[in-house]
């Protein structure tokens, strides 16, 4: 059964592309697995339609019903950014790959979605350099990355049978040294299926040999390649293994092929139609069990294990007592040996020799007197008289130097012992099966109190708290770096200022204390993150360290200052190089937002960020989401993380969620 569609099905598909998605637009995008994607298509005269990409297995239009998430992940949004709106201008198949190209422009931009149907293929958008703006799934193999940023690289081009030259395909077959049908699979690009359909069609044996066909029957072959490649009569259907149309399909294919004389088929008016219909929605797999499920299926288990044990002791000490002769008898044997002086090991020894007739039934004897004894199965000694030569099946292990009771005792002991484990494996069972119903039953929603608090005073400002509790300010314009300077600048504090302009006057508050590098490192990253640095989509930048007495709004002799500006005079403590780097979180009743080593250990949720491609608004309404899915109360994340909050925190410029 085909799992993935071949390169001659993206060439008809192709075809049916050209007509009936060129001219349209396209519309939203819709993930439907972490290998699939939906998006709509709007064309003039056909209505609207469903075209499903599926990573490394097919491509067609769908009326199979999208699954839409209320927050959509990544990929698809970005399609939304992009492409939403866009005209789609060209179809095509890369080079007879399982690999199709969909053109759209919109805005002047020139995008193209690429859907590479081989094995651990993707589905990746492309701009017009054809650089990776973003994949479905981020890949990296040997000598080729699909990542956003990186060049994207075609796999190496195969030979195209329809553009194959006779020439050519003499010289394939007289260097191939296996049969014809595994020269045509290996040296061409194509499937078993079509590589059998174009031995038929050529009337040659496909076992032959391939270097063995002559020039009449390389012109077949060759002749054969072109009627099966390109096409001529499509009628695309379903292969069924019978005559008739039970069961599954095996197969679907654009054009008839005599390789499927006989069976059973279904037409359809359109190929993606049958794609459609053939390619069934990957089942999910079982849900995997907690660690509670797999404890109460052990005590399960084991409280199963410890019943039976419990009725094979009761069993055996019952059979003790009804071949209480027999036992005895063999027990006695063995007892009148010790007492003659013989070890057990030299009573085993003359056991094995002594040919009497109760040595027959003493299968082993250890050194501690441990007798594994046969008994004859008497009610299967009953009911058929005529396999008495059979192996009979009762085993009993036994203590030589005990007597038949105290045997039989010690059997009833172990059944008893079992029966105190699988009550108390129920009892343990019992509290496993609550414990499950507990983690089971929903959770109330609880309500948090919102207090209207008062803002700090410094809240007007950007800032954060260090990993070691210092408070660090900086201006978000050139007004509130004039008010940072006059107001809250004391002769013991600290600040830092990038070497770019466009960046805020950063302060750390030291209230006479001695600063760590682990603040000093924060901050560093703070002054960078929140500069020109960031909007220029840059990810590390240079800053310095002075004291406050250094930084002075008096210019130079004949110079003016303009607002927010100032003159550091002085040594200053340059930090090279400091990678750029956010977190946006809800830490307590307040969002907080910094570098990611002060902000990430006191916030839940938190989301980190970094320069990319979304504007504040759009990051802003995808941080707001990614914090809904984890906090039930949205009363209160509105309260305290709003989008319009949200906008305040980040960085000047494009970002978007690191990772």
């Known amino acids: 059964m085909k799992k993935a569609m071949s390169n001659v099905d993206v060439a008809a598909l192709v075809v049916e592309f050209r007509e009936r998605l060129v001219g349209g637009f396209v519309g939203k995008a819709y993930q439907q697995s972490p290998e699939a994607v939906i998006i709509t298509i709007q064309s003039a005269g056909r209505g609207k339609a469903d075209l499903l990409l599926e990573a490394g297995r097919r491509v067609h239009l769908t009326k199979k019903p999208r699954k839409v998430s209320k927050m959509p992940p990544q990929f698809p949004t970005l399609l939304r950014k992009r492409l939403t709106g866009g005209l789609i201008v060209e179809v095509n198949q890369h080079e007879f790959d399982r690999v199709i190209e969909i053109v759209v422009e919109k805005g002047g931009e020139r995008y193209l979605l690429i859907a590479e149907l081989f094995p651990k293929g993707n589905v990746v958008l492309l701009d017009e350099s054809g650089k990776i703006i973003l994949p479905l799934r981020p890949m990296v193999f040997r000598g080729r990355s699909i990542l956003a940023g990186e060049k994207y690289l075609y796999h190496e081009g195969q030979t195209d049978p329809r553009s194959l030259l006779k020439e050519d395909l003499r010289e394939l077959l007289a260097r191939s040294d296996s049969n014809l049908v595994r020269a045509l699979v290996r040296g061409l690009n194509m499937g078993g299926v079509y590589g059998e359909e174009v031995c038929l069609r050529a009337g040659i044996d496909k076992g032959r040999p391939a270097a063995s066909l002559d020039e009449v029957e390389v012109d077949a072959i060759h002749g054969a390649l072109q009627e099966v490649f390109h096409l001529e009569s499509p009628e695309p259907h379903l292969v ?111 056991i094995k020799t002594s040919g009497l007739p109760v040595a027959e039934n003493i299968l082993s004897i250890d050194y501690k007197g441990e007798v594994v004894l046969r008994l004859d199965d008497q009610e299967q000694e009953q009911g058929r008289e005529q396999e008495r030569e059979l192996e009979p099946k009762l085993k009993l292990k036994l203590n030589a130097g005990l007597s038949v009771p105290q045997n039989a005792q010690r059997y009833y002991d172990r ?82 200022h990038t070497d770019a302009p466009g960046a805020p006057l950063t302060v750390i508050k030291t209230e006479g204390k001695d600063v760590p590098d682990t603040t000093l490192e924060e901050a560093a990253r703070f002054a960078v993150s929140y500069s020109s640095v960031w909007k220029a989509g840059l990810f590390e930048g240079d800053c310095y360290l002075v004291k406050a007495d250094q930084v002075t709004k008096t210019p130079e002799s004949g110079e003016f200052l303009k607002k927010g500006a100032f003159v550091i005079r002085g040594e200053r403590r340059y930090f090279r190089n400091v990678p750029v780097g956010v977190a946006v979180g809800v830490a307590g009743d307040m969002l907080i937002g910094g570098p990611s080593s002060a902000v990430v250990p006191e916030a839940k949720p938190v989301v980190e960020i970094e320069p990319g491609e979304y504007n504040s608004d759009d990051l802003a309404k995808r941080i707001y989401r990614i914090f809904a899915g984890k906090e039930d109360d949205r009363r209160f994340l509105k309260s305290v993380a709003s989008t319009e909050q949200i906008v305040r925190i980040l960085p000047p410029g494009g970002s978007r969620v690191k990772g």
Request: net charge neutral; glycine share 6%; proline share 5%.
């Open 240 to 350: 069924y293994e019978d005559e008739d149309e039970g069961g599954l399909p095996t197969d679907v294919v654009p054009a008839p092929l005599l390789v499927y004389e006989g069976r059973g088929r279904k037409v359809f008016e359109s190929f993606s139609e049958a794609l459609d219909e053939y390619f069934v929605e990957k089942e999910p797999g079982p849900k995997p069990k907690t660690a509670l499920e797999r404890r109460r299926d052990m005590q399960e288990g084991a409280i199963e294990e410890f019943l039976s044990k419990e009725e094979e002791y009761a069993r055996t000490g019952e059979l003790i007592y009804e071949r209480y002769g027999e036992i005895e008898s063999v027990l006695n044997a063995i007892s009148g040996a010790l007492e003659k002086g013989f070890t057990y090991s030299e009573i085993w020894a003359r």
């Open 415 to 496: 059944a008893k012992e079992m029966a105190k484990k699988e009550e108390g494996a129920k009892r343990a069972l019992e509290q496993t099966k609550k414990l499950i119903e507990k983690k089971a039953a929903p959770k109330p929603k609880t309500r948090r109190t919102i207090k209207r608090r008062k803002p700090r005073w410094y809240e007007r400002f950007r800032w954060f708290r260090s990993s070691d509790d210092f408070l660090v300010i900086g201006g978000r314009d050139a007004s509130t770096n004039e008010e940072i300077y006059t107001k809250y600048l004391e002769k013991r504090d600290l600040a830092l």
